[in-house]
């Protein structure tokens, strides 16, 4: 069975950094593209980015471009999310996602183009 693992959230405060980390496990799995999805209190679950597992192509949300970078290490099957400048709206539960289809990069961006999530990992940024 293919296991997302989150970790890495905290609470911090504003202008602050963190690294959030996911870790894929499983007998066997191919992942087309890896995305990290958040969910703030009251709201649904948006999309934050992904990246395309094998070329590296990415793609931001407008509210964190600039600020927050994906990247992974393709041979440790590991995904990362720096987050700088963090503000109180970024505030949410953030969630590991992966896909093994294969889609035009708009799909990526939604929740039902995903097979596999973490259990989440809360981010709490205070003024």
């Known amino acids: 069975q293919v296991t997302l693992v989150e970790s890495g959230g905290g609470s911090v405060q504003v202008g602050d950094s963190l690294r959030l980390s996911c870790a894929a496990s499983?007998?066997?799995?191919?992942?087309?593209?890896m995305a990290w999805f958040r969910q703030a209190p009251g709201k649904e679950r948006e999309s934050v980015t992904f990246?395309?597992?094998?070329?590296?192509?990415?793609w931001y949300a407008d509210s964190v471009k600039g600020r927050f970078t994906i990247s992974r290490d393709y041979t440790k099957n590991l995904v990362y999310l720096e987050m700088n400048s963090l503000r109180p709206e970024d505030t949410a539960v953030y969630y590991c996602?992966?896909?093994?289809?294969?889609?035009?990069?708009?799909?990526?961006?939604?929740?039902?183009?995903?097979?596999?999530w973490g259990q989440g990992t809360q981010v709490t940024v205070s003024s």
């Open positions: 996602a992966g896909s093994e289809r294969y889609y035009s990069d708009y799909y990526y961006r939604q929740i039902a183009s995903y097979d596999y």
């Open positions: 499983g007998p066997t799995f191919s992942f087309v593209a």
């Open positions: 990246i395309n597992w094998r070329g590296g192509r990415t």
